[in-house]
């Protein structure tokens, strides 16, 4: 039989300075150094996408489907990045070493070129590979003249068809129109993000963040299942009524956001004529949320609430934070709490099997195995003796 077209979200994350990190310095340190930001990257775009080739001081990867989240896809491309600055932040500070790569290692950095389109599966040297037009057209945006108009600061460039797929508005978005001329195929109209701006942004906001010592109680979840999937069932409209006791959830993005998920989104979580009222206070892939709740009963307070989701052991643990009330609301917490421990308990049973059977399904193309860190930099703080 002859392969059949499928649609995907193709995504490159490149490694930009990677030629010139190279020139005379340690090649086994250099490689190493690469491999583990690299891993850090990989980790928050999977397993939303799948890794088709690595390509050197790139990663091809890919989502399928014929509709993709936009808020979804963009908050794993700002993860992925503002993990890689702060990875190259901690090595560069923890690391003892004074070789030259290792002195080097903070002109790294790091850009993304997406694009929607068809692929085949194609059989090369034993193993099967994504083929296409489209596949082409991802790989000649990388060449671009974005680094010139933004003076080289980092970015995510999408291509007006990925745009369209995700259903965003980019200008409303912020996002700034590009214009790239490829051969044969002509000229393509993209748009920018300025990644540089935006970790500007993320590393001078403060956090709102329901913490363990200001919680009047803690629910905790163990799911053997990635991060970023495990966030994706807790935040996604369409997804969070197949394991919660919802009908359906409407999503209503806040003005400055225009479209996108994140501070300032209201939730309606709709159980048959009533709604559960969710306002985000807080928002960082995939780590934390923070939220208010407010539940369709008589004199109902709100009730301030925090998501941990921590990466553990390959799987990820889920803390349900509840915040100390206000000497007032004391009472109605102590009313419902009961009720909401058992519903979130019965409810994450069911998220179980869902993501059991999502994860059991067969993958559409086997993923390569890509070069692994040696471990010479350290992953979490050293306690003091």
């Given at each position: 039989m002859l392969a059949q077209p499928e649609s995907a979200c193709f995504l490159i994350a490149d490694i930009s300075g990677y030629t010139s990190f190279l020139?005379?310095?340690?090649?086994?340190?250099?490689h190493d150094i690469i491999a583990d930001v690299m891993d850090t990257v990989l980790k928050r775009l999977r397993p939303k996408f799948r890794l088709a080739k690595f390509e050197g001081d790139a990663a091809f990867v890919y989502a399928v489907g014929d509709k993709i989240d936009g808020s979804m896809v963009q908050d794993a491309i700002e993860a992925a990045y503002f993990a890689f600055r702060r990875r190259l932040r901690d090595i560069s500070q923890s690391t003892t070493c004074t070789c030259k790569a290792c002195a080097k290692m903070r002109d790294l950095d790091l850009k993304f070129v997406a694009h929607y389109g068809q692929f085949i599966k194609h059989k090369m040297a034993g193993r099967e590979e994504l083929a296409g037009s489209d596949v082409i057209v991802v790989h000649r945006l990388l060449k671009n003249g974005v680094n010139e108009r933004l003076g080289g600061r980092a970015y995510a460039l999408f291509s007006d068809a990925c745009i369209r797929a995700m259903g965003v508005d980019p200008a409303a978005q912020g996002l700034i129109e590009h214009r790239e001329t490829i051969d044969i195929i002509g000229e393509t109209v993209c748009w920018v993000r300025d990644l540089e701006a935006a970790w500007t942004e993320e590393d001078a906001r403060p956090r709102n963040e329901v913490t363990r010592e200001k919680s009047a109680f803690v629910l905790e979840f163990d799911f053997a299942f990635p991060r970023?999937?495990?966030?994706?069932?807790?935040?996604?409209?369409?997804?969070?009524?197949?394991?919660?006791?919802?009908n359906e959830v409407r999503e209503a993005t806040a003005g400055d956001k225009r479209g996108r998920r994140g501070v300032g989104t209201v939730n309606h979580c709709m159980h048959g004529a009533a709604a559960i009222i969710e306002e985000i206070l807080d928002w960082r892939p995939f780590d934390t949320i923070?939220?208010?709740?407010?539940?369709?009963?008589?004199?109902?307070?709100?009730?301030?609430?925090?998501?941990?989701?921590?990466?553990?052991d390959g799987g990820?643990?889920?803390?349900?934070?509840?915040?100390?009330?206000?000497?007032?609301?004391?009472?109605?917490?102590?009313?419902?709490?009961?009720?909401f421990k058992e519903h979130i308990t019965h409810e994450v049973e069911v998220l179980h099997g869902i993501l059991a059977e999502r994860l059991g399904a067969p993958s559409p193309l086997e993923e390569p195995v890509i070069s692994t860190s040696a471990g010479r930099f350290l992953s979490q703080p050293v306690a003091a003796s």
């Open positions: 020139a005379g310095v340690e090649l086994d340190h250099a970023p999937l495990v966030w994706e069932y807790f935040t996604m409209p369409d997804l969070r009524p197949k394991w919660r006791a919802a923070t939220l208010t709740t407010l539940v369709p009963m008589p004199d109902a307070p709100k009730i301030l609430m925090g998501y941990a989701f921590i990466e553990q990820t643990h889920v803390e349900i934070r509840i915040a100390k009330p206000k000497p007032k609301d004391q009472a109605f917490l102590d009313k419902v709490v009961a009720n």
